[in-house]
């Protein structure tokens, strides 16, 4: 919540700053530029390149802000990584009091800081040594040398200046505690009574995100040029997006193969149209991904079954692409070329194929971003490579920079296809748009 | 015999409500070879169906259309059409919109080449050949299409508001066009508009419908096309019998269209 709150803050200032900038640039004079109205006008919106990029920008800098990355010069506080003490006063059975002082300190990794060296305290109550693993708290049982024990009926009665009356041994018959368990303010952090008595001791937590739920860019990126490298679970990066993608292309290809004659039959024969019609009507609304237990069942879960599934989720889209195109030639072309003295073929060939080749690709766009994200999931359910298994592997292992990185070439995979998909439209369809 | 015949056509339309639409009602016409014939009517009185039929996109339910002594059953290269606009193909380029009738018709490109240069030559979009349509203005557009009706040499030139969508000044350019055209090419032309002056220029035969049920109201034959070719079009305007015949046909169309007016409102 915070973090969306930051990142609209950034986008005020930085249209703010951008308008101020543009107000002292030179005018441009172009015909968008004159024009007084363009609030409603559609074609004087165009995506400004500078939002873009402070865009793009914006979710690095606060992903590496709460990350604590290297990259970012600003960061959300961290968590407390030094040490700390506090004095606590502990009552024994007999109604006895004596004072002591817990040393704790914040360690990287379990057993990566040495022990806190301490020196014994005067009374029954000696001093304690604690590590805490950063971004976790740690439980000190205080009375693990003292001489009277916590079983023995010793509670702690004051921290850090601060008294309690809590008494973890005042239970009901169930054996519920009668009392809430007391929250003390210690010097960078706070600590609480366990309902055993002992001291939880939690560190100031900070602002930032441990890399365990969200890893750092570079941490990423390292995961990226590592794996790239090495491969992860027998497999190299490659042949993992390798697999995703070939599965994309072959289903897609005899979805397209099949459902583009199906499409043109349909919208050329009343037969054909009334056959299929129930069939494409009825599968369309059908999430391809409803059907990976149905493919499952009947095509296993190697090679076939994905290929099968991306079939079936590219071959309505295509049909009904197809069908559209056919439905959308201009009759007057029709009839121009059969006048011209063309056959049924010719003007298959010549007037409703290419007539139909924007539909289809818009229809082929579609189609490839459903099977991406089809093989994606299907993946994920089952399979021995392929982009969608790494990240559900890793994630079983928490790996999350796996799972990160994952997701990126994933998305950054589905914009590069349709784009593509976009180039090869604009090369062989021209005349979109534009007739 | 040769020439264009309708043997009194009528064309019904069943609707789905049951009624019926009376498109044309005995419809009967000779043209001869070579004739320039404009059709003028209020909108809805049948021109496109009448033409329509012509080419043989529609059968009429009653009567028959012979072109030289055979029975038309369907669209032909014999019958060439230019539509108002979007009959080009955009995926072409403009040579290839012009060299299509041919192609299809298996005629090898060695031989076609020079006549569609010619005939682009003819409609002076020689520098244009290798443009795409979407290129193109809406009369450049027009003329594309106009070569290409002409490059499979039909015997019957069929027009349907050709210059319909086109400002006034490249109208009239392509009226000029239209009439050098005729002249040149010998070809049987029948053309259908909206505007009186046009159907002047353009026919040395006017066909005036009458709509409910469409049928040939009134028939003219006209000097002016003939004065026009290679002439300026201005020039013929002044003609005074001219400006009699413009009125006389305006009066006429206006009363029809006053009719049925009157008869919806008395309808409604
Ligand atoms: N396919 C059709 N179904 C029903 N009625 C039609 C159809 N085509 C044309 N009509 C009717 O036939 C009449 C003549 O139409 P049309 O030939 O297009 O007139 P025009 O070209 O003179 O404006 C109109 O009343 C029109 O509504
Ligand atoms: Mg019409």
Redesign the interface.
Same mark, same amino acid.
């Given at each position: 919540m915070t973090i969306l709150l930051i990142y609209i803050a950034i986008f005020v200032i930085a249209f703010l700053a951008v308008k101020f900038v543009n107000s002292r640039l030179e005018q441009r004079h172009d015909f968008t530029s004159l024009k007084t109205v363009t609030f409603g006008d559609e074609s004087a919106v165009t995506a400004n390149r500078t939002a873009s990029v402070i865009s793009v920008i914006a979710i690095f800098l606060i992903w590496g802000a709460f990350t604590g990355s290297k990259l970012t010069p600003l960061h959300a506080p961290g968590p407390y990584q030094g040490k700390g003490q506090f004095d606590y006063v502990v009552e024994g059975p007999d109604g006895q009091r004596d004072g002591a002082t817990a040393f704790w300190q914040v360690e990287e990794k379990k057993g990566a800081a040495e022990d806190l060296e301490i020196t014994g305290g005067d009374g029954f109550a000696q001093n304690d040594a604690l590590n805490i693993i950063k971004y976790r708290s740690g439980q000190l049982r205080w009375d693990g040398n003292d001489e009277v024990r916590r079983r023995d009926g010793a509670r702690i009665v004051e921290v850090n200046g601060q008294p309690t009356d809590f008494d973890p041994n005042r239970r009901d018959e169930n054996g519920n505690l009668l009392q809430d368990r007391p929250t003390f303010r210690i010097d960078n952090g706070t600590a609480t009574l366990t309902d055993k008595g002992a001291l939880l001791i939690t560190p100031y937590q900070g602002w930032q995100m441990e890399p365990i739920w969200l890893p750092a860019p570079e941490a990423v990126w390292g995961r990226i040029v590592e794996i790239a490298k090495e491969g992860y679970q027998n497999s190299t990066l490659l042949e993992h997006l390798g697999w995703s993608l070939f599965r994309v292309i072959v289903g897609f290809a005899f979805g397209a193969l099949v459902g583009i004659p199906l499409g043109y039959a349909m919208g050329l024969s009343d037969w054909f149209r009334g056959w299929f019609d129930p069939i494409v009507e009825f599968m369309r609304p059908v999430p391809p991904l409803a059907l990976i237990p149905l493919v499952i069942i009947w095509a296993g879960i190697g090679e076939t079954g994905k290929i099968i599934l991306l079939f079936l989720a590219a071959l309505w889209i295509m049909t009904i692409a197809a069908r559209a195109g056919v439905s959308g030639v201009?009759i007057?072309?029709v #009839? @121009?070329?059969? %006048?011209?003295?063309? %056959?049924k073929w010719?003007i298959m060939r #010549? +007037?409703i194929m290419?007539?139909s080749?924007p539909e289809i690709f818009t229809g082929a766009r579609v189609a490839m971003g459903v099977c991406w994200g089809t093989v994606v999931a299907a993946e994920l359910v089952a399979a021995e490579k392929g982009a969608g298994m790494m990240i559900m592997v890793a994630s079983k292992f928490q790996l999350t920079d796996i799972v990160l990185m994952g997701i990126i070439l994933i998305g950054i995979i589905g914009y590069g296809i349709d784009i593509l998909m976009r180039r090869i439209e604009r090369w062989l +369809?021209?005349?979109k748009g534009? @007739? | 015999m040769s020439g264009l015949k309708l043997d009194s056509i009528s064309m019904r339309f069943d609707l789905p409500n049951g009624d019926h639409v009376q498109a044309l009602k005995n419809v009967s016409l000779d043209i001869k070879t070579g004739e320039l014939m404009s059709v003028l009517g209020p909108s809805g009185c049948g021109k496109t169906t009448l033409l329509n039929i012509i080419a043989g996109f529609l059968a009429p339910t009653e009567g028959a259309v012979l072109l030289n002594d055979h029975r038309v059953t369907g669209p032909a290269q014999e019958r060439g059409m230019v539509f108002q606009k979007g009959a080009l193909f955009e995926w072409m380029n403009v040579r290839e919109n012009v060299a299509f009738g041919p192609r299809m018709n298996g005629v090898p490109k060695s031989e076609s080449a020079g006549k569609v240069d010619h005939l682009l030559e003819v409609v002076g979009l020689h520098d244009f050949k290798e443009k795409a349509i979407y290129e193109l203005s809406g009369g450049m557009q027009q003329r594309v299409a106009l070569a290409r009706c002409l490059a499979n040499d039909p015997d019957v030139i069929l027009m349907d508001e050709p210059l319909g969508a086109l400002d006034a000044l490249t109208r009239e350019k392509m009226q000029g066009l239209v009439l050098k055209l005729w002249k040149e090419t010998g070809k049987t032309i029948i053309l259908i508009t909206h505007s009186v002056e046009e159907a002047l220029l353009l026919g040395e035969r006017l066909l005036v419908m009458a709509p409910r049920p469409g049928r040939i109201h009134k028939e003219y034959r006209l000097p002016f096309a003939e004065m026009g070719v290679g002439a300026d079009l201005r020039e013929v305007k002044h003609h005074a019998e001219y400006a009699i015949t413009r009125e006389e046909i305006l009066n006429m169309i206006w009363d029809m269209e006053e009719e049925i007016m009157g008869r919806t409102e008395g309808a409604a």
């Open positions: 201009n007057t072309k #009839h @121009a070329a059969y %006048s011209l003295g063309a %056959s010719q #010549h +007037v290419p007539n080749l +369809v021209p005349w534009r @007739a | -």
